[in-house]
């Protein structure tokens, strides 16, 4: 059975397992920094940063998603889904659909005008669920960082 709840601070350990299991994914093994107290400070409360919903399969937490609000110039308020993770053996079952249809709500109930996301354009399985729930994938934006190194030697200069 499937259930879709909020996080709670006891949840945010395998929140971080499940961030760790989607970084080895994307072939960044190395690349999580967060811990779960930054997850537990920043998520819960009346001025959290995120809002984390886990999706529980038989009891387990098998999958989560994570969101923000952010603002567009153009829209005003939206909703950016930062990551939709379930474990890669539990894929199939509906977790993802499930975690997903609970962002879109949460998004919805609030008025936002938008929400969105990135994939990866290798991520076949995922473009594929996305576009046929009726998202645009926009193929002529650029993704464009700045980490915390390169941050630094620009603000140094």
């Known amino acids: 059975m499937i259930e879709i709840r909020e996080a709670r601070r006891e949840d945010f350990p395998r929140v ?23 997850l537990e400070q920043n998520g819960l409360g009346e001025q959290a940063l995120f809002k984390c919903f886990v999706g529980l399969y038989n009891g387990t937490i098998e999958g989560i998603s994570l969101c923000y609000p952010r603002f567009s110039t153009w829209k005003g308020r939206t909703i950016h889904l930062e990551d939709l993770i379930v474990t890669e053996k539990m894929r199939g079952k509906g977790i ?4 997903y249809d609970k962002v879109l709500r949460y998004a919805y109930n609030h008025g936002v005008k938008r929400v969105e996301w990135v994939v990866l354009d290798w991520n076949t399985n995922a473009v594929a669920f996305y576009e046929r729930t009726g998202a645009a994938i926009i193929k002529d934006w650029y993704l464009v960082q700045m980490d915390q190194q390169s941050l630094a030697t620009y603000i140094k200069e």
């Open 16 to 38: 971080l397992e499940l961030i760790t299991e989607l970084a080895i994914f994307e072939k960044e093994p190395n690349a999580v920094e967060v811990t779960v107290e930054e």
């Open 96 to 99: 993802g659909k499930a975690l």
